[in-house]
């Protein structure tokens, strides 16, 4: 087995590396000064079962240029088989028609994945499962539970009555049911009317949440709009206090300062993007690695065992 990093998020890489106790493998990635991406893989590949770690975040259309290109780069030196692990998978968000003559942007991602060559794909938490579909090859698809919920349980131990994991939007809820069932704690849901392309509104809190520790659960956290738009209601609904666990930290713009601002006293984000110096030096944003998890399941993927037998 061979496990080769992109640029996008080398320390994740590096710590999926050391659970592996595989070194990863000597890859030159550059780019020449017109800022074409170019790839060298500087050891043999021929017969190997190659993973590569990329995640398409900022800069997207570079990053996911680069995975292209690596792709490229093994399949022409004849690695056996090829997968893409991509823990951050950016343009899932733009998975369907959103009105006329407008892309589903995920769907040619997808194709343009398959094309370059690769045999599988493993990520984490993608925004919608059904975008599994947009390949014609196997996919795995990590849940984030097991990382979550050791961490909720022992933080909140003795709380537990008190717990109540929310979805902020309504796409969000199956995820955060699915939290909820393993903490045995209730759900609430906010709908949320999103009026405006790029502006979220919160409306309705659906659940009881007086007097609770609200956990709220989501995919992604982008403009931090939705999650602290949901966390202003449900404190005015009585929350004694807000946290949020979001998978992946895209945190855009002034999305560090938003949060760090809004009454949300404390959120819990992934390496599956590598944090930034403002992420690092806000005092209300953490990071749990997702390299145990990623890790364990390169490893059964390349040893042909069960994926699912890690989620029971
Ligand atoms: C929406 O469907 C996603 O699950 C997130 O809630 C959304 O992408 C968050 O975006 P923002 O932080 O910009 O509100």
Do not use: W
Not at 33 to 38: G, L, P, Q, T, V
Not at 139 to 166: C, H, M, T, W, Y
Not at 300 to 308: D, L, T
């Amino acid at each position: 087995m061979k496990i080769i990093a992109g640029n996008s998020n080398l320390p994740l890489a590096q710590a999926i590396s050391d659970y592996l106790e595989i070194p990863l493998a000597k890859a030159t990635i550059k780019r020449f000064s017109d800022m074409e991406a170019f790839v060298e893989i500087q050891e043999n590949v021929r017969g190997e079962d190659v993973f590569v770690v990329q995640s398409t975040c900022y800069p997207a259309n570079d990053n996911l240029m680069e995975l292209l290109i690596t792709i490229d780069a093994l399949r022409r030196g004849s690695a056996r088989r090829i997968t893409a692990v991509i823990p951050y998978f950016g343009y899932a968000r733009q998975d369907r028609k959103t009105g006329g003559r407008t892309p589903i942007s995920a769907k040619l991602v997808a194709n343009l994945i398959t094309a370059a060559g690769v045999d599988r794909v493993l990520t984490l938490e993608l925004h919608a499962g059904q975008i599994q579909g947009f390949f014609d090859i196997p996919l795995d698809n990590l849940i984030v539970g097991p990382v979550f919920v050791p961490e909720i349980e022992k933080r909140f131990a003795g709380k537990e009555s008190q717990l109540v994991i929310v979805s902020p939007d309504v796409g969000g809820v199956v995820r955060a049911r699915a939290l909820a069932k393993r903490l045995d704690a209730d759900l609430a849901i906010i709908d949320k009317r999103r009026e405006q392309a790029g502006v979220s509104e919160v409306m309705n809190v659906i659940g009881h949440v007086e007097g609770k520790i609200c956990l709220m659960v989501d995919d992604i956290v982008d403009s931090g709009g939705t999650l602290c738009n949901a966390a202003q209601a449900l404190m005015d609904q009585g929350a004694t206090a807000v946290q949020a666990y979001v998978v992946h930290g895209v945190l855009s713009g002034a999305a560090v300062d938003r949060i760090s601002k809004s009454k949300i006293e404390r959120m819990v984000i992934t390496d599956s993007i590598p944090a930034t110096d403002a992420v690092k030096n806000a005092s209300n944003i953490e990071q749990l690695t997702v390299s145990r998890l990623m890790g364990e399941a390169i490893r059964r993927i390349s040893n042909e065992e069960s994926i699912s037998a890690l989620f029971i």
